[in-house]
């Protein structure tokens, strides 16, 4: 595949071995403007850098080399992994996010994301499941790449898990139990940054909008019923590769 190239100094200096990319981390750069945002991914006061970024118009610029840790993830967990940029690589979509008036992805951009992330896949021998955003690695702090995002779409590729149309349970729960198992289905899903044991309302309140902003973008709330727990447990028990 063939993209231009501008080159970030924004990198680790030592570089990893290939084996070790195991995640492709989709963004969108929350920012005015393409040129605002290369001119921050360029800045060395700023130290943030992503592999790819794509522009609405679907040109594709490469700013890190796979080889190097490129500085996208920041603090973040998931699965058994910390701070994931040296098992990553960060893809960022020109997108003016929800501070600047949240937009949805143009055709050209999804369809030249498509491309990259198949390529990157074949490349890498990446899971499906292993293809996520920064507010699933980071959802105490990020909303990226946020509920415009076509997750379903992409699934359908071999690009990210989704889920079949589910029956609700008709079964009844309280709502702490439907609390514990749901914590329990994204533990195992990957999701971290919560207490199974003891709740905290503001960052379960989070995880939750996280999860949904994913899986469930019509219905961005913290609130837990048995749909959301229905695909929660169709998610954590159906991992596919």
């Known amino acids: 595949m063939k993209f231009s190239h501008i080159k970030s100094s924004n990198f680790s200096n030592k570089p990893r071995k290939l084996k070790n990319i195991k995640f492709i981390i989709i963004h969108y750069t929350g920012m ?8 921050r991914l360029l800045s060395k006061k700023h130290k943030v850098s992503c592999h790819y970024i794509i522009d609405r118009n679907g040109f594709v610029i490469q700013m890190v080399k796979d080889q190097n840790i490129a500085w ?39 369809h030249k994301l ?11 021998k990446i899971k499906k499941s292993n293809f996520i955003g920064h507010s699933d690695i980071a959802p105490l702090r990020k909303k990226d790449p946020g509920e415009k995002f076509p997750w379903h779409r992409l699934s359908t590729l071999g690009i990210g898990n989704w889920y079949p149309l589910l029956k609700e349970s ?47 973008p019509a219905a961005v709330n913290s609130v837990l019923d048995a749909k959301t727990l229905e695909i929660s447990y169709f998610l954590a028990n159906h991992k596919k590769n």
Do not use: T
Request: hydrophobic share 30%.
């Open 114 to 124: 498509i491309k990259l992330c198949l390529y990157l896949k074949k490349k890498y």
């Open 32 to 39: 005015q403007s393409k040129r605002v945002s290369i001119k």
């Open 170 to 216: 008709q079964k009844k729960l309280s709502e702490n139990k439907i609390r514990e198992l749901f914590f329990k289905n994204i533990y195992i899903i990957g999701y971290r940054y919560f207490n199974k044991k003891n709740p905290d309302k503001k960052v379960d309140s989070l995880l939750i909008k996280a999860f949904k902003r994913r899986y469930m």
């Open 72 to 110: 996208h993830a920041g603090k973040s967990k998931w699965q058994n992994y910390q701070n994931l940029n040296e098992n990553s690589i960060g893809i960022e979509l020109i997108n003016k996010g929800h501070q600047y008036g949240y937009e949805k992805f143009s055709k050209k951009q999804v």
